[in-house]
């Protein structure tokens, strides 16, 4: 009974370089969340998808930031050019239909040096 | 604008006593509530979860109220254990919404001592 499965757990970039985090949802479940936890806040909302649909990204940053569910494989979330403030942990979730009781997964810190 | 907030950033209460952690919201507009519990290194577990149309809902240690005139609700854990010890999010939705995205509050950490 597999969780949500997120990798890598810590990922390490150097300013300018492309971050990409993936997330592969619980079974039977097709919609994924991405949030994203800065130091000392809570969890912030960035982008619902469905398979190969984005629903919501209304908490994505305008630039740099994409998300994607294809078809096949897991989500991604891909942080092109990453700078300083990037570093936080990110989040996916998933759910079996648009639901509230969203499953999580442990997380990608990303640090960016 | 933080719509959600949790007021205290800690918590310590002795094994065995109530443990009961606060939030508050100020948007009318949501009525689904949920509580998540977070262990350092890991995402966060869905406790318990609220519909406006209720006040209070219970799953064993946990309970939780909703005072909506107030825009107040509050995790209740009886009795407290060590094992509790964690950062607890309370977070909202907005029904009318097309999506399922939840607002955080910035947690609270609980530490149960034994």
């Known amino acids: 009974n597999a969780g949500v499965m997120q990798n890598p757990r810590h990922l390490v970039r150097r300013r300018g370089q492309e971050a990409r985090l993936r997330c592969s949802p619980m079974k039977g479940h097709s919609h994924v969340y991405w949030y994203r936890q800065l130091p000392e806040e809570g969890l912030k909302f960035m982008v619902y998808l469905q398979k190969e649909n984005i629903i919501d990204e209304s908490g994505m940053p305008k630039e740099r930031f994409s998300a994607e569910f294809p078809k096949e494989g897991p989500s991604i979330l891909r942080i092109q050019q990453v700078v300083r403030g990037d570093s936080a942990a990110y989040f996916c979730?998933?759910?079996?239909?648009?639901?509230?009781?969203?499953?999580f997964g442990p997380g990608t810190r990303l640090t960016v040096t | 604008d933080q719509q959600v907030k949790q007021n205290s950033p800690s918590l310590s209460v002795q094994e065995g006593r109530i443990s009961i952690l606060n939030c508050d919201y100020t948007n009318s507009m949501f009525d689904y509530f949920l509580w998540y519990k977070k262990y350092p290194a890991e995402g966060p577990t869905f406790l318990i979860s609220?519909?406006?149309?209720?006040d209070k809902n219970e799953d064993g240690r946990f309970t939780v109220f909703l005072n909506k005139s107030a825009k107040h609700l509050s995790l209740h854990i009886v009795p407290s254990q060590p094992g509790d010890s964690a950062v607890y999010f309370c977070?909202?939705?907005?029904?009318?919404?097309?999506?399922?995205?939840?607002?955080f509050g910035q947690g609270t950490t609980l530490q149960v001592k034994p």
């Open positions: 609220i519909s406006s149309i209720k």
């Open positions: 979730a998933s759910s079996r239909g648009r639901s509230y009781e969203q499953y």
């Open positions: 977070a909202a939705s907005e029904g009318s919404s097309n999506t399922g995205k939840l607002i």
